[in-house]
């Protein structure tokens, strides 16, 4: 048999290839002729053969059948062999093949071999993938090699404790004895590896860190040696003393001072030095302020250092470098809640940086921007946000929408104002606003009673311009088809419109294309409405009877209901079409939670004039059903010959809230017509949940005085 | 801690991927698509941070990346690591395979990818930076090639420039 092509061969071969199949074929080529070699347990040039299929593993191929191979290349003699097939094993295996296990004793070999780069190689691959079981039996090689002299196999041996320490934390006091002089070390390998191993440890168990508090002092001297220490070519990054391990000491003593005053106090001093002679015209220098100021944020500072700190990040918003921005508004996003006032300082700043082009920049600013709105910049912030609405990307609008929709409900100096915000949220990024915000709205205005002739002359004005937007369509038509007496009726400020323009453009919205179902049933229902406030009741009549026959259901079913509306239940209609009351928040009835209005399960007899919670003109449909529900209730009880013998008007409950405890009640009025003098019973039903399960109580009233009904 | 290290061009073509994290051969490679999908439309002039893809963890990590020529480097670090220090540490990288290849291009990277794994493994073990002196990454490198190219018994004619089992 021929020697095996050479890697560089086979890579050149495969760059030839000028088609996926082409490649695939020759990679099929090569893995039959390394398969026929690992069978023929070729020696030599095995690890020549792992090495391609390593590649061809890159590339995105199946190398399983290697695996075996990597075992046997590890126990070797050769070094060449031990390098690919350690290589190996940390690409193809994981703790998930059983084949890994057999590699437990080749490490445990190579961790005590003569030679410092094969024990480097085991150290290297235990840490990279060893399994639990590897790492229970191997610990005690590895401790051993934390306490050598060796910096190179020192350094290594750190990285590799972590590991076990990740996997198997139960082993951690084991390496507790050989960390005490990890720090006196000089080669800054090693002092870095150990800082991570005493960071890992930290972590992971509060009584290393109390334990660990007592090497503070150590670790603010071996930072103030790095700082003072001057030009030191072997650790140099641009001008700067080792920043990474700077950067990593920092860290320890963030997570050393954290809730500590004592340690806090001794690190002060340390990070003011730190954070006032570092120099910021590179990356590096940005880096290690950056650290700084996040373990100043998180460990218990004196308040002039925080501020200082603030300010860094202040400084860092107006630096020219993308990055430097962003891992600023990023830590001001984080200290935003606990130093509030510093950060307010920096509010235009962070308001300018809306305007960034960089995507992952106006997101931070964004975020940051909502949580720095107050009663006292609120009007200000929301021109800049409104503005930022308006020209910002799509995926940024839901969540700039509901952010505004937030701060507008928590901070509104006034109703008209509120309004006005909400209608430019609408018209600007109708399409994008989540969908629980139309009943909200519709809530707000209804509530805002004052203000109900200015609304609907805007959404009207709105509507005319643009139809496409869902949400302020569907609010538009709602309050037109609540005020659109007020549109018409002469209390607007501006030229109001005639009726039959109204009902066109109601119209126009159940004809069009853009309009979704839901949009359509807002719509039907609106010019129902109108019936009782407008005087073109015949034109009305003829659209809802129209849409009787649509092929959509649930517009049949409502133009079919109001069709009887207007055929059989004519004195009814005026009552049912009402102005709707001002409705409550979510019905959080205190702590008993007896009766929660929710009209989405089975109708009660207290809820029929108020609407449930969740306000969708849906359920005026659904109030026109209780309300029939009811009557047929009382009417099956009389005459079953003529069923409709009575006619009532139910008023409103004196009250929403029935107390708890029989602390008071809730009357309710209902007049009866009963011109043929039957007797009168009747039967309640009342829903309600209970501590979150759903209860059904059924009564009946059979003895009303007779003079009542005769 | 580090999640991946991967090295891929301007076509997505992966040119290094190690992996700290196990995941599928599979995932590995949808791994690299989806990265490549993300970094590439990045501009030029914005920062190099993004949120990680779905596949690697979402936006509890972070990829860091530097575009070089034609070459992308992005590591995949979680929370636990500074993004500026991982930046600067990207450089030490570069620099580094600068070093040990002479003016790197990418065709050393394709035609040299066990000796990058080689380099990078002085660097990071087991997603954990290990040793950031360039020089004495250099050392240990050299000193390992070394012992390799002393076991090589057999010289091979055509490839007297560079004798190796490999």
Request: charged share 25%; glycine share 4%; aromatic share 6%.
């Amino acid at each position: 048999m021929p020697a095996p092509i050479r890697l560089r061969e086979l890579i050149r071969t495969i760059r030839t290839a000028r088609t996926q199949a082409e490649e695939r074929e020759m990679i099929q080529k090569e893995c039959a002729a390394i398969r026929s070699s690992f069978r023929e347990e070729d020696n030599t040039y095995r690890c020549r053969n792992v090495a391609k299929l390593l590649y061809m593993h890159m590339l995105g191929y199946p190398a399983h059948f290697g695996q075996l191979e990597c075992l046997k290349l590890i126990a070797s003699q050769k070094f060449t062999d031990k390098r690919i097939g350690y290589l190996g094993a940390m690409l193809l295996l994981d703790e998930r093949q059983d084949v890994h296990l057999l590699m437990t004793n080749c490490i445990k070999n190579d961790l005590n071999h003569s030679t410092q780069y094969v024990q480097g190689l085991a150290l290297c691959t235990l840490g990279c993938m060893g399994s639990s079981e590897m790492c229970r039996d191997l610990a005690g090689e590895v401790e051993k090699l934390l306490k050598t002299s060796n910096s190179y196999l020192r350094k290594k041996a750190a990285l590799c404790a972590v590991h076990v320490i990740r996997k198997v934390p139960e082993l951690m006091e084991m390496f507790l004895p050989a960390t005490k002089n990890l720090l006196s070390e000089k080669n800054h390998g090693v002092l870095h590896t150990s800082v991570v191993l005493l960071t890992e440890m930290c972590e992971r168990s509060p009584d290393m860190l109390s334990h660990f508090r007592k090497l503070v002092p150590q670790l603010v001297r071996i930072l103030k040696n790095l700082i003072m220490s001057g030009y030191s070519p072997e650790h140099d990054v641009s001008g700067i003393s080792d920043p990474f391990l700077q950067v990593r000491i920092l860290r320890l003593l963030r997570i050393l001072g954290r809730s500590d005053d004592d340690s806090s106090e001794a690190m002060n001093d340390i990070l003011a030095q730190v954070a006032t002679n570092t120099e910021t015209s590179k990356n590096v220098g940005n880096a290690i302020l950056y650290e700084t100021v996040l373990t100043i944020m998180d460990i218990k500072s004196e308040s002039g250092l925080r501020v200082l700190a603030i300010n860094i990040l202040g400084r860092f918003l107006l630096n020219n470098d993308k990055n430097i921005r962003y891992v600023a508004l990023t830590s001001l996003l984080k200290t935003v809640q606990t130093d509030h006032n510093a950060v307010q300082r920096h509010r235009s700043t962070i308001v300018d940086c809306l305007k960034d082009l960089d995507v992952s920049i106006k997101r931070r600013a964004m975020e940051l921007s909502f949580a720095l709105v107050n009663g006292n910049n609120i009007r200000g912030m929301m021109k800049e946000l409104l503005y930022f609405l308006d020209s910002c990307d799509p995926e940024f609008k839901a969540d700039c929408a509901s952010g505004v929709f937030l701060a507008a409900e928590k901070y509104a100096p006034s109703k008209r104002w509120h309004i006005d915000t909400i209608m430019r949220v609408l018209t600007t990024a109708g399409s994008y606003v989540r969908d629980d915000s139309v009943p909200n709205l519709i809530q707000l205005i209804t509530n805002s009673v004052e203000m109900h002739a200015y609304t609907v002359q805007r959404l009207y004005k709105a509507l005319l311009d643009d139809i496409s937007q869902q949400p302020l369509v569907q609010v538009s038509s709602w309050c037109i088809g609540e005020y659109g007496d007020l549109l018409v009726s002469g209390q607007c400020e501006e030229e109001e419109p005639i009726q039959d323009e109204v009902l066109d453009v109601l119209e126009g919205l159940l004809v069009s294309n853009l309009s979704t179902p839901v949009t359509r049933g807002y719509a039907l229902t609106a010019i129902m409405k109108l019936s009782t406030r407008f005087s073109s009741v015949n034109r009305i009549k003829k659209v809802v009877s129209i849409y009787g026959s649509s092929i959509d259901v649930e517009l049949q079913q409502r133009a079919v209901e109001y069709n009887a509306l207007f055929k059989k239940y004519d004195h009814m209609r005026p009552a049912l079409l009402e102005r709707m009351p001002i409705m409550e928040k979510t019905a959080t009835n205190g702590p008993t939670e007896i009766v929660q209005t929710n009209g989405e399960t089975e109708p009660s007899v207290l809820d029929t004039k108020h609407p449930p919670p969740v306000t969708q003109p849906a359920n005026q449909v659904r109030t026109l059903k209780q309300f029939w529900y009811l009557h047929s209730v009382l009417c099956c009880c009389s005459d079953p010959v003529s069923p409709w013998t009575f006619q009532l008007q139910l008023l409103s409950p004196s009250s929403n809230v029935v107390p708890a405890l029989n602390q008071g009640t809730v009357t309710q009025v209902i007049r009866v017509l009963n011109p043929q003098k039957q007797q009168l019973r009747m039967r309640i039903k009342l829903t309600y949940t209970h501590k979150g399960s759903p209860v059904q109580d059924l009564a009946e009233v059979n003895n009303f005085p007779p003079q009542s009904w005769q | 801690m580090i999640k991946a290290i991967l090295i891929f061009n301007n076509h997505g073509k992966p040119r290094l991927s190690k992996f700290y994290e196990h995941y599928s051969e599979d995932t590995e490679q949808q791994i690299i698509r989806e990265t490549f999908h993300l970094v590439s439309k990045r501009d030029e002039n914005v920062c190099n941070f993004l949120e990680g893809g779905m596949l690697i963890g979402g936006s509890d990590n972070k990829l860091i990346y530097r575009h070089y020529a034609t070459l992308y480097f992005v590591f995949c670090v979680d929370s636990s690591e500074s993004e500026l220090g991982i930046l600067d540490l990207i450089q030490v990288f570069v620099e580094t395979l600068d070093k040990c290849f002479e003016n790197v291009c990418e065709l050393d990277l394709i035609f040299h990818v066990d000796k990058v794994h080689n380099i990078l493994a002085e660097m990071v073990m087991g997603g954990m930076v290990l040793e950031t002196n360039m020089n004495e990454i250099i050392t240990q490198v050299d000193a390992q090639n070394k012992m390799e190219k002393s076991e090589v018994r057999i010289f091979d004619h055509e490839n007297s420039q560079s004798p190796s089992y490999i």
